[in-house]
Every structure is written in structure tokens, then in C-alpha cells.
């Protein structure tokens, strides 16, 4: 059986060019004991997949260059030499950009039996979803009333979180850019905040505005302006969650921080990074307290597909433009 995947032939300096990527063939090998063959129907791209590309160990390995890339996905066994994966089952693993995966039985999961659409699971049942879950509960350690401040607010990670958030009761704000998104986070309740055109002290204006007493909880996504005018805003105590900082990701040469660094300690604040992989122990917790409410409906998700194996490198590059709305997925 063939297999098409996708590579890299370079490190990128700044935003990847999209002929960085690769699609190749190859025929796959026997299986051995132990292994399993799934043809994938949906594949995830991440933001953290930007620092793998970079030929860097940070927490993760980085990718090899002129080797199959890796990523979340979900599939079906079609072959199997792992009684626990029979031929028919479906399962989530790390063999994405390509089409045929070929795995140890060891490296997959079966998907929970929730009755969602599975691609739910690389999405608000998956690692974006646990990601939001984890930021809120276990490092913010968010409480009842708390005022909460989601940057990126309607991407796969923010879009749960501030909904997460508005079921504690304080008052929630989420920082977008298009009038889409900024619609969508007002029809679930979240006080917008665009930081389109804005520099720090205007963002600052607008998030004051929205939440005048400030905030106990700031989860943070993108940094840059956006973490600037956060720390002008919070409340004595508040803690921050740091999940990512996509407005770096492509930056070829090291960026100033914020220069109000200060207000951490002028609000007593405690800024804490975090890597989901690290609290993944807690996942049955997290499926169990957020599946349900998936499940009947009580928490709204957003996917932005986009079509084809050959497409997955573009969906990719949209991560960096704003331009997915919830996850962005690749449906084969």
C-alpha cells in the first residue's frame, strides 16, 4: 500500500514560504507484530507545530527535514497485527500530514464513545479543548466570579476557554480580530475586544471599558500587544495562564517583552507557562467534566475545514493570518 505525507526541505527563517512543504509517495513496509495501518479522515494543524519546524529542541523534538511530519489525526484501522486495534476501529494518533498511517498499536487511542462528530476529538474533545481546560482549572485556578480575559478568543483554544469561563459567572472578555469573530464571542455572552489598529495603550482603553474592576484570570495566547495591555489590567492576586504567543512564532530575530512587566509585581501577580502534554494524566477528568456538555449541546464549537491532503500546508500557513474560525482541521 502507498502512503502520501507530507515534508519539509528547510528550517524556516520567519513565516514558512509554502514551498517549505513537500508531498511524497512511498510504499509502505510489511506490517510487523504489534503495528497498525489506519487511513486517516482527518488531520489537525497546531500553531506549536511553527517551533517544531525550526530545527530546535524547546519540549519537543523537532522535525526532521525530508521526513514524513507529524500531528494529531484521526482515522480508521484498515490493517492491524495489534489485537487491542481490530480492522474497523476508530482511533486518534500523532501520523498526521499524510494519508496512510503506519504505527505501533502503543501509539493510538481508541475515541472516546460520545456521540460527536470525531473530529471532535482534535478539536474541543481533543488537545485544543484539554489545553483551554487545563490553562483555566489547574494553572489559573479559576473560581466562581472571576473576571476572565481570553486572548485569541475564537481560536480552537480561546473559544472553549471563554466559554468555560462564562459557566463560573464573572464577567468575560475575549480579544479577536474580524467582525466574525467578534460577533460569535458576543452571541456567547463574552464581552469583544478587537485589537485590530490598536497599539498597547489603546487596547488597553478598550479592555478597561469592557471590564472596569479588571481581571483575576488572563489566559493568554498570542502576546505581543495583546499581553502589553493585559498586565495595564489586572487585578491584585490575578494569575496568569500562558498557553502560547502566536504573535511571535515567525519572528526571525528575539522581540522586546512587554516594558509594563512590572505590573506583575505591582498587582501580585503569578504568570505561569504551561504545556498540555505535561497535565495529559488529567484527560479522563477533563473528557468526563466537558463531554457531556458537548455532547447535548451546551458548549459550541467552531471548525474551519479545509479540503484535501494537499491543502494541509495551506490550512497550516491560515493558522498565522487569523483566518480559522474555532479549529482548523484538514477532512481527507
Known amino acids: 500500500m502507498q502512503s502520501r505525507f507530507f515534508t519539509i526541505n528547510d528550517h524556516p527563517q520567519g513565516t514558512p514560504a509554502r514551498e517549505l512543504f513537500e508531498l511524497h509517495e512511498q510504499a509502505l513496509p510489511e506490517l510487523a507484530e504489534g503495528e497498525v495501518r489506519v487511513r486517516n479522515s482527518w488531520l489537525s494543524v497546531d500553531p506549536y507545530m511553527r517551533g ?115 459557566a463560573k459567572g464573572g464577567t468575560v472578555v475575549g480579544i479577536a480580530g474580524s467582525q466574525e469573530k467578534l460577533d460569535w464571542l458576543e452571541a456567547h455572552g463574552v464581552k469583544a475586544v478587537s485589537y485590530k489598529g490598536k497599539n498597547a495603550p489603546q487596547l488597553t482603553e478598550a479592555l478597561n471599558a469592557a471590564c472596569p474592576e479588571g481581571f483575576d484570570v488572563y489566559y493568554e495566547n498570542v502576546g505581543g500587544t495583546c499581553l502589553e495591555a493585559a498586565l495595564n489590567t489586572l487585578k491584585v492576586g490575578a494569575r496568569i495562564a500562558v498557553c502560547g504567543m502566536i504573535a511571535r512564532y515567525n519572528d526571525d530575530a528575539p522581540s522586546a517583552g512587554p516594558g509594563n512587566l512590572a505590573m506583575i509585581l505591582i498587582r501580585r501577580a503569578r504568570m505561569e507557562g504551561f504545556i498540555v502534554f505535561d497535565h495529559w494524566a488529567h484527560y479522563p477528568q477533563f473528557l468526563e467534566e466537558v463531554g457531556p456538555q458537548v455532547e447535548n449541546g ?35
Open 298 to 332: 451546551r458548549i459550541d464549537y467552531e471548525e474551519t475545514v479545509e479540503e484535501g491532503l494537499e491543502r494541509t500546508p495551506d490550512a497550516f500557513l491560515k493558522l498565522f493570518e487569523g483566518a480559522n474560525r474555532g479549529k482548523m482541521l484538514v477532512r481527507l
Open 52 to 166: 517544531r519546524m525550526s530545527g530546535v529542541t524547546t519540549y519537543i523534538e523537532p522535525f526532521e527535514l525530508n521526513a514524513p511530519l507529524e500531528g494529531a489525526a484521526i482515522g480508521e484501522v484498515i490493517e492491524s497485527r495489534a489485537a487491542e486495534f481490530p480492522v474497523g476501529t476508530k482511533v486518534r494518533h500523532m501520523g498526521g500530514w499524510r494519508d496512510v498511517a503506519q504505527l505501533p498499536g502503543a501509539e493510538l487511542e481508541t475515541l472516546p464513545a460520545y456521540e460527536v462528530p470525531e473530529q471532535a476529538y482534535l478539536g474541543v474533545l481533543g488537545m485544543p479543548g484539554m489545553t483551554a481546560w487545563t490553562g483555566l482549572n489547574r494553572i489559573a485556578e479559576m473560581q466562581e466570579g472571576d473576571n476572565v480575559l481570553v486572548s485569541g478568543a475564537a481560536g480552537a483554544v480561546g473559544s472553549l476557554a471563554v466559554q468555560l469561563a462564562k
